[in-house]
Protein backbone atom coordinates (compact mmCIF):
# COMPACT_ATOMS: atom_id res chain seq x y z
CA UNK A 1 0.00 0.00 0.00
CA UNK A 2 0.98 3.75 -0.30
CA UNK A 3 1.29 4.86 3.09
CA UNK A 4 0.64 8.80 1.91
CA UNK A 5 -1.46 8.99 -1.31
CA UNK A 6 0.87 11.69 -3.06
CA UNK A 7 3.83 8.86 -3.12
CA UNK A 8 4.03 5.91 -4.83
CA UNK A 9 3.77 2.84 -3.12
CA UNK A 10 7.06 1.92 -0.23
CA UNK A 11 9.14 3.44 2.20
CA UNK A 12 10.79 6.39 1.72
CA UNK A 13 14.47 6.59 2.89
CA UNK A 14 17.50 8.94 1.47
CA UNK A 15 18.50 10.40 4.50
CA UNK A 16 21.51 11.13 6.92
CA UNK A 17 21.36 11.02 10.09
CA UNK A 18 21.62 14.70 9.78
CA UNK A 19 18.08 15.18 9.29
CA UNK A 20 17.67 14.82 13.06
CA UNK A 21 17.83 18.18 13.79
CA UNK A 22 17.42 17.94 17.68
CA UNK A 23 17.08 14.72 20.08
CA UNK A 24 15.77 15.55 23.70
CA UNK A 25 16.46 12.76 26.27
CA UNK A 26 13.03 13.94 28.71
CA UNK A 27 14.09 14.59 32.41
CA UNK A 28 12.30 12.60 34.93
CA UNK A 29 10.32 13.59 37.64
CA UNK A 30 9.40 11.08 40.69
CA UNK A 31 5.98 12.37 42.24
CA UNK A 32 5.89 10.08 45.42
CA UNK A 33 5.89 6.48 43.97
CA UNK A 34 4.85 8.06 40.39
CA UNK A 35 7.16 8.93 37.47
CA UNK A 36 6.49 11.53 35.23
CA UNK A 37 8.86 11.96 32.12
CA UNK A 38 9.19 15.35 30.14
CA UNK A 39 9.79 16.18 26.91
CA UNK A 40 8.58 19.55 25.61
CA UNK A 41 9.64 22.23 26.55
CA UNK A 42 13.16 21.49 25.97
CA UNK A 43 16.36 23.79 26.25
CA UNK A 44 16.60 23.17 22.79
CA UNK A 45 13.51 23.04 21.21
CA UNK A 46 10.39 24.64 22.80
CA UNK A 47 7.86 23.44 20.22
CA UNK A 48 7.31 20.81 17.39
CA UNK A 49 4.41 22.62 15.48
CA UNK A 50 2.00 23.37 18.03
CA UNK A 51 2.91 20.74 20.50
CA UNK A 52 4.29 22.70 23.22
CA UNK A 53 4.39 20.45 26.19
CA UNK A 54 4.92 16.89 26.57
CA UNK A 55 4.65 14.60 29.16
CA UNK A 56 4.88 10.78 29.78
CA UNK A 57 3.05 9.89 32.70
CA UNK A 58 3.72 6.40 34.25
CA UNK A 59 4.21 3.57 33.86
CA UNK A 60 2.83 2.89 37.18
CA UNK A 61 1.22 0.36 39.26
CA UNK A 62 -1.03 2.03 42.31
CA UNK A 63 -2.55 -0.05 45.57
CA UNK A 64 -6.09 -0.37 46.29
CA UNK A 65 -7.45 2.65 47.15
CA UNK A 66 -4.64 4.64 45.32
CA UNK A 67 -4.70 7.05 42.38
CA UNK A 68 -3.89 10.20 40.89
CA UNK A 69 -5.99 13.71 42.02
CA UNK A 70 -5.08 16.44 40.39
CA UNK A 71 -7.16 19.32 41.42
CA UNK A 72 -8.74 21.91 39.74
CA UNK A 73 -6.23 23.83 37.80
CA UNK A 74 -6.31 26.87 35.11
CA UNK A 75 -5.28 26.91 31.70
CA UNK A 76 -5.15 29.84 28.90
CA UNK A 77 -4.15 29.95 25.18
CA UNK A 78 -3.66 26.11 24.60
CA UNK A 79 -5.26 23.00 24.03
CA UNK A 80 -4.78 19.55 26.20
CA UNK A 81 -4.78 16.55 25.25
CA UNK A 82 -4.81 13.47 26.80
CA UNK A 83 -4.37 9.83 26.01
CA UNK A 84 -3.88 6.32 27.65
CA UNK A 85 -2.29 2.97 27.19
CA UNK A 86 -3.79 1.76 30.53
CA UNK A 87 -5.79 3.07 33.54
CA UNK A 88 -8.39 6.01 33.24
CA UNK A 89 -8.96 9.50 34.26
CA UNK A 90 -12.47 11.24 35.04
CA UNK A 91 -11.98 14.73 33.45
CA UNK A 92 -14.29 17.32 34.69
CA UNK A 93 -14.15 20.71 33.54
CA UNK A 94 -15.80 24.75 34.18
CA UNK A 95 -17.49 24.06 30.31
CA UNK A 96 -19.58 21.42 31.99
CA UNK A 97 -17.91 18.01 30.58
CA UNK A 98 -17.84 15.00 32.94
CA UNK A 99 -16.19 12.18 31.48
CA UNK A 100 -14.06 9.04 32.11
CA UNK A 101 -11.72 7.91 29.44
CA UNK A 102 -9.90 4.50 28.71
CA UNK A 103 -6.86 3.41 26.82
CA UNK A 104 -7.37 4.59 23.27
CA UNK A 105 -9.89 7.29 23.39
CA UNK A 106 -9.21 11.16 23.69
CA UNK A 107 -9.94 13.97 25.73
CA UNK A 108 -9.26 17.03 24.04
CA UNK A 109 -9.86 20.18 25.93
CA UNK A 110 -9.47 23.33 24.57
CA UNK A 111 -8.67 26.26 26.94
CA UNK A 112 -9.32 29.32 24.87
CA UNK A 113 -9.49 32.21 27.09
CA UNK A 114 -9.63 30.54 30.62
CA UNK A 115 -11.13 26.87 31.75
CA UNK A 116 -10.52 24.74 34.74
CA UNK A 117 -10.78 20.99 35.32
CA UNK A 118 -9.37 18.37 37.11
CA UNK A 119 -8.27 14.61 36.55
CA UNK A 120 -9.07 12.26 38.94
CA UNK A 121 -8.83 8.03 38.88
CA UNK A 122 -11.79 6.81 39.24
CA UNK A 123 -13.45 5.34 42.11
CA UNK A 124 -13.64 1.92 40.14
CA UNK A 125 -10.30 1.57 39.83
CA UNK A 126 -9.28 2.71 42.81
CA UNK A 127 -11.37 -0.92 44.33
CA UNK A 128 -8.05 -2.79 43.36
CA UNK A 129 -4.57 -2.69 42.29
CA UNK A 130 -4.74 -0.37 39.22
CA UNK A 131 -2.36 0.92 36.22
CA UNK A 132 -1.74 3.90 34.94
CA UNK A 133 0.63 4.79 32.08
CA UNK A 134 -0.54 7.81 28.92
CA UNK A 135 0.62 10.52 27.47
CA UNK A 136 -0.57 14.08 27.98
CA UNK A 137 0.61 17.34 25.93
CA UNK A 138 -0.67 20.65 25.37
CA UNK A 139 -0.72 22.72 21.55
CA UNK A 140 -0.30 26.43 21.52
CA UNK A 141 -3.35 27.83 19.92
CA UNK A 142 -2.88 30.21 17.19
CA UNK A 143 -2.85 33.73 17.68
CA UNK A 144 -6.22 34.10 16.40
CA UNK A 145 -7.69 31.73 18.58
CA UNK A 146 -6.15 32.32 21.64
CA UNK A 147 -9.34 33.71 23.54
CA UNK A 148 -11.70 31.66 22.03
CA UNK A 149 -14.66 30.52 24.08
CA UNK A 150 -13.35 27.13 26.10
CA UNK A 151 -14.72 23.99 24.78
CA UNK A 152 -14.51 20.06 25.19
CA UNK A 153 -14.39 16.95 23.03
CA UNK A 154 -14.40 13.67 23.50
CA UNK A 155 -13.69 10.94 20.97
CA UNK A 156 -14.04 6.89 21.83
CA UNK A 157 -11.46 4.25 20.37
CA UNK A 158 -13.33 3.42 17.28
CA UNK A 159 -14.10 6.78 15.95
CA UNK A 160 -10.16 7.49 15.67
CA UNK A 161 -9.03 6.45 12.43
CA UNK A 162 -6.40 3.22 12.32
CA UNK A 163 -4.37 2.82 9.21
CA UNK A 164 -2.17 -0.99 8.94
CA UNK A 165 0.12 -2.25 6.66
CA UNK A 166 2.04 -5.64 7.57
CA UNK A 167 3.48 -5.27 11.30
CA UNK A 168 2.52 -1.40 11.51
CA UNK A 169 -0.29 0.06 12.73
CA UNK A 170 -1.30 3.89 13.33
CA UNK A 171 -3.89 5.25 15.14
CA UNK A 172 -4.38 8.97 14.43
CA UNK A 173 -5.37 10.82 17.53
CA UNK A 174 -5.32 14.66 15.90
CA UNK A 175 -4.80 16.07 12.53
CA UNK A 176 -4.45 14.56 9.68
CA UNK A 177 -1.76 12.08 8.14
CA UNK A 178 -1.62 9.30 5.70
CA UNK A 179 -5.09 10.17 3.88
CA UNK A 180 -7.22 9.95 6.86
CA UNK A 181 -8.06 13.37 9.21
CA UNK A 182 -9.35 12.14 12.61
CA UNK A 183 -12.14 13.99 14.01
CA UNK A 184 -11.29 16.53 16.70
CA UNK A 185 -11.67 20.23 15.94
CA UNK A 186 -7.99 21.90 14.78
CA UNK A 187 -6.89 25.33 15.10
CA UNK A 188 -3.97 25.18 12.96
CA UNK A 189 -2.21 22.27 11.00
CA UNK A 190 -1.42 19.17 12.73
CA UNK A 191 -0.79 15.12 13.02
CA UNK A 192 -0.59 13.36 16.15
CA UNK A 193 -0.73 9.37 16.34
CA UNK A 194 -0.19 6.30 18.21
CA UNK A 195 2.16 3.68 16.57
CA UNK A 196 2.80 -0.06 17.05
CA UNK A 197 5.73 -1.63 15.12
CA UNK A 198 6.53 -5.40 15.29
CA UNK A 199 9.99 -6.17 15.02
CA UNK A 200 11.41 -5.15 11.83
CA UNK A 201 8.28 -2.87 10.66
CA UNK A 202 8.55 -0.42 9.09
CA UNK A 203 7.00 3.39 9.53
CA UNK A 204 7.67 6.34 6.99
CA UNK A 205 6.66 9.71 8.55
CA UNK A 206 4.15 11.92 7.63
CA UNK A 207 6.08 14.42 4.01
CA UNK A 208 3.25 17.14 4.21
CA UNK A 209 3.82 18.58 7.60
CA UNK A 210 6.54 21.43 8.12
CA UNK A 211 7.10 20.09 11.33
CA UNK A 212 7.56 16.60 12.54
CA UNK A 213 8.90 14.03 15.58
CA UNK A 214 8.71 10.71 16.92
CA UNK A 215 8.81 9.93 20.96
CA UNK A 216 9.83 6.57 21.47
CA UNK A 217 7.45 4.99 24.44
CA UNK A 218 8.47 1.47 24.18
CA UNK A 219 11.09 -0.28 22.41
CA UNK A 220 13.65 0.75 20.12
CA UNK A 221 13.91 2.05 16.46
CA UNK A 222 16.59 2.11 14.22
CA UNK A 223 17.12 5.78 11.29
CA UNK A 224 19.47 5.79 8.69
CA UNK A 225 21.23 2.97 10.90
CA UNK A 226 21.54 4.13 14.01
CA UNK A 227 19.17 2.95 16.75
CA UNK A 228 17.45 4.88 19.50
CA UNK A 229 15.76 3.15 22.28
CA UNK A 230 12.60 4.43 24.64
CA UNK A 231 12.52 7.46 25.79
CA UNK A 232 13.87 9.67 23.55
CA UNK A 233 12.40 12.25 21.35
CA UNK A 234 13.78 13.46 18.10
CA UNK A 235 12.98 16.41 15.95
CA UNK A 236 13.69 16.18 12.16
CA UNK A 237 14.76 18.61 9.40
CA UNK A 238 11.65 19.96 7.30
CA UNK A 239 11.13 18.32 4.02
CA UNK A 240 13.54 15.35 4.39
CA UNK A 241 11.70 11.30 3.38
CA UNK A 242 12.14 9.59 6.27
CA UNK A 243 11.51 6.23 7.45
CA UNK A 244 12.18 4.44 10.86
CA UNK A 245 12.25 0.67 11.25
CA UNK A 246 11.68 -1.36 14.87
CA UNK A 247 14.14 -2.67 16.99
CA UNK A 248 14.06 -6.33 17.56
CA UNK A 249 11.38 -6.51 20.06
CA UNK A 250 9.54 -3.80 18.61
CA UNK A 251 8.25 -0.34 19.32
CA UNK A 252 5.44 1.83 20.25
CA UNK A 253 5.76 5.43 19.28
CA UNK A 254 3.83 8.75 19.59
CA UNK A 255 4.41 10.58 16.29
CA UNK A 256 3.45 14.42 16.35
CA UNK A 257 3.78 17.76 14.36
CA UNK A 258 2.51 20.50 12.04
CA UNK A 259 2.80 24.02 11.10
CA UNK A 260 5.11 26.12 12.93
CA UNK A 261 3.05 28.87 14.69
CA UNK A 262 3.68 32.50 14.22
CA UNK A 263 5.77 33.17 17.03
CA UNK A 264 7.41 31.83 20.44
CA UNK A 265 5.02 31.20 23.10
CA UNK A 266 5.29 32.06 26.70
CA UNK A 267 4.65 29.57 29.09
CA UNK A 268 4.22 29.94 32.98
CA UNK A 269 2.78 27.21 34.63
CA UNK A 270 -0.28 26.34 33.32
CA UNK A 271 -0.58 29.33 31.02
CA UNK A 272 0.38 29.60 27.06
CA UNK A 273 0.37 32.94 25.48
CA UNK A 274 2.15 35.07 22.65
CA UNK A 275 2.09 37.83 25.16
CA UNK A 276 3.51 37.73 28.44
CA UNK A 277 0.55 40.19 29.20
CA UNK A 278 -1.78 38.00 28.72
CA UNK A 279 -0.70 35.28 31.20
CA UNK A 280 -0.21 38.28 34.03
CA UNK A 281 -3.83 38.84 33.48
CA UNK A 282 -4.97 35.55 34.05
CA UNK A 283 -2.39 35.25 36.91
CA UNK A 284 -4.92 37.97 38.94
CA UNK A 285 -7.86 36.34 37.80
CA UNK A 286 -6.92 33.34 39.22
CA UNK A 287 -6.11 34.52 42.46
CA UNK A 288 -8.53 36.38 43.17
CA UNK A 289 -10.46 33.35 42.84
CA UNK A 290 -13.91 35.17 41.80
CA UNK A 291 -15.32 32.14 40.39
CA UNK A 292 -17.79 33.30 37.36
CA UNK A 293 -17.24 36.24 37.58
CA UNK A 294 -14.12 36.34 34.92
CA UNK A 295 -12.37 33.68 32.85
CA UNK A 296 -12.72 31.15 35.49
CA UNK A 297 -14.75 29.01 37.36
CA UNK A 298 -14.50 25.98 39.12
CA UNK A 299 -15.91 22.55 37.88
CA UNK A 300 -19.52 22.13 38.54
CA UNK A 301 -18.89 18.73 41.10
CA UNK A 302 -15.38 19.40 41.50
CA UNK A 303 -15.49 22.77 43.53
CA UNK A 304 -14.56 22.12 47.24
CA UNK A 305 -10.34 22.47 46.35
CA UNK A 306 -8.11 24.19 43.79
CA UNK A 307 -4.63 24.14 43.35
CA UNK A 308 -3.16 27.60 44.29
CA UNK A 309 -1.39 29.75 42.29
CA UNK A 310 2.25 29.33 42.63
CA UNK A 311 4.71 31.60 43.94
Known sequence: MSWNPALEPGCPNDVGI?????????????????????????????????FIFFDQAGPAELLTGQGIDVRPHPHIGLGTVTYLFRGDFHHRDSTGADQVIQPGELNWMV????????????????????????IQTWLALPESHEDIAPSFEHHGKATLPVIEDGGTRVRLILGSAYGKTAPATMFSETFYADVMLEAGSLLPLPDDHEDRGIYIVEGSISIAGQDY????????????RITVAAGGHGARLMILGGATLGGPRYIWWNFVASSRERIEEAKAEWRAEDWGNGRFDLPIDDREEHIPLPD
Open 111 to 134: AGRGVTHSERTTRAARNAVNSLFG
Open 18 to 50: DAIETLIIPRARDLGGFEVRRALPAPKRQMIGP
Open 229 to 240: AAPQMMVFRPGD
